[in-house]
């Protein structure tokens, strides 16, 4: 796909009408900001935010993900390794396709992250 090829650009406000996804266990939630509900075709965008103690679901994706920490501190889990990476505010992360994951949020700061999968896994929105 070339730029020419991209017919619109559109400006997306996280903040207002982008749907709760079932990611988190404990306080916090997660939205789509970016996917194929709103015409994500090549990457999804996903607001986590975790809060103390919080943790997201376990997660796998055919395609690899990337995510952004926005601000807070935890980790993130190889959940068949069992191997954990620290995670604090201005942190990339890097999953590879097929990789069993997990973010946990610190127990003092919580843990705010934006990313996804791409391209887009449709099982993470069954109810949307």
Request: a negative charge; one cysteine or more; glycine letters at 12%.
């Amino acid at each position: 796909m070339t730029f020419a090829d991209s017919p619109t650009v559109r400006v997306i406000d996280s903040a207002a009408g982008c749907p709760d996804i079932p990611l988190v266990e404990g306080a916090g939630n997660a939205k789509a900001v970016l996917w194929p509900g709103n015409g994500g075709t090549y990457r999804t965008l996903h607001l986590l935010n975790l809060e103390s103690g919080a943790r997201t679901v376990s997660l796998s994706h055919a395609g690899d993900s990337v995510y952004y920490v926005i601000r807070g501190s935890g980790t993130v889990a190889d959940l068949v390794s069992g191997e954990q990476s620290p995670l604090e505010e201005g942190s990339m992360i890097h999953i590879d396709a097929g990789d069993t994951y997990q973010f946990v949020a610190a127990s003092d700061s919580g843990l705010k992250l934006l990313g996804g999968p791409c391209p887009a896994d449709f099982s993470l929105y069954p109810d949307i």
